[in-house]
Antibody
Framework: QVTLKESGPVLVKPTETLTLTCTVSGFSLSNARMGVSWIRQPPGKALEWLAHIFSNDEKSYSTSLKSRLTISKDTSKSQVVLTMTNMDPVDTATYYC?????????????WGQGTLVTVSS | EIVLTQSPGTLSLSPGERATLSCRASQSVSSSYLAWYQQKPGQAPRLLIYGASSRATGIPDRFSGSGSGTDFTLTISRLEPEDFAVYYCQQYGSSLEPYTFGQGTKLEIK
């Protein structure tokens, strides 16, 4: 059974750095035909892709947020970590991690439940 | 960056009717990398269609996807009460900006 679960702070202050962890089970982060992405959704708005990481440590970032994002993984812990620097109230959103799979056309076939992060002083 | 534009923004239909949702890309998208998701309030999105026309595991056959190039369609043949939700299209493309989503279509009960 594939599951992903996000964890991290629910409230961060402006200018702080956000660190989110995605813990996965039911598949390995070393699987060559899979990866993990982070996606966010501000309240009432559309989905926005942030970053992804593959088993070979290949990474990619949203062009608009690239300077603020870092994605990494710890295969032994089955965890993917996203950091976002210089948080602003406009970054208030539900943050999801999701699995991406080659045989699904690199679509997001499993999602975590999401974690709401509020940016406020 | 490839921009995906979904139409209509809101679609009001009754159970039993047929729903047709559109996703138009600003430049050609590989059919292999076009997907559709359903999202209900308070829930994570759920993958419905990948590769433009392949149903994901467990998705009922009333959901179908079609299209190529810049124009893609999600069709729900006979709406069930549980189908009323927001639907997003998504593409996987260039290495510069691998993933983009459309702005969503809200399917509401008429």
């Amino acid at each position: 059974q594939v599951t992903l679960k996000e964890s991290g702070p629910v409230l961060v202050k402006p200018t702080e750095t956000l660190t989110l962890t995605c813990t996965v089970s039911g598949f390995s982060l070393s699987n060559a035909r899979m990866g993990v992405s982070w996606i966010r959704q501000p309240p009432g708005k559309a989905l926005e892709w942030l970053a992804h990481i593959f088993s070979n440590d290949e990474k990619s970032y949203s062009t608009s947020l690239k300077s603020r994002l870092t994605i990494s993984k710890d295969t032994s812990k089955s965890q993917v970590v996203l950091t976002m620097t210089n948080m602003d109230p406009v970054d208030t959103a539900t943050y999801y991690c999701a699995r991406i799979k080659y045989s699904s056309g690199w679509a997001f076939d499993y999602w975590g439940q999401g974690t709401l992060v509020t940016v406020s002083s | 960056e490839i921009v995906l534009t979904q139409s209509p923004g809101t679609l009001s239909l009754s159970p039993g009717e047929r729903a047709t949702l559109s996703c138009r890309a600003s430049q050609s998208v590989s059919s292999s990398y076009l997907a559709w998701y359903q999202q209900k309030p308070g829930q994570a999105p759920r993958l419905l269609i990948y590769g433009a026309s392949s149903r994901a595991t467990g998705i009922p056959d009333r959901f179908s996807g079609s299209g190529s190039g810049t124009d893609f369609t999600l069709t729900i043949s006979r709406l069930e009460p549980e189908d009323f939700a927001v639907y997003y299209c998504q593409q996987y493309g260039s290495s510069l900006e691998p993933y983009t989503f459309g702005q969503g279509t809200k399917l509401e009960i008429k």
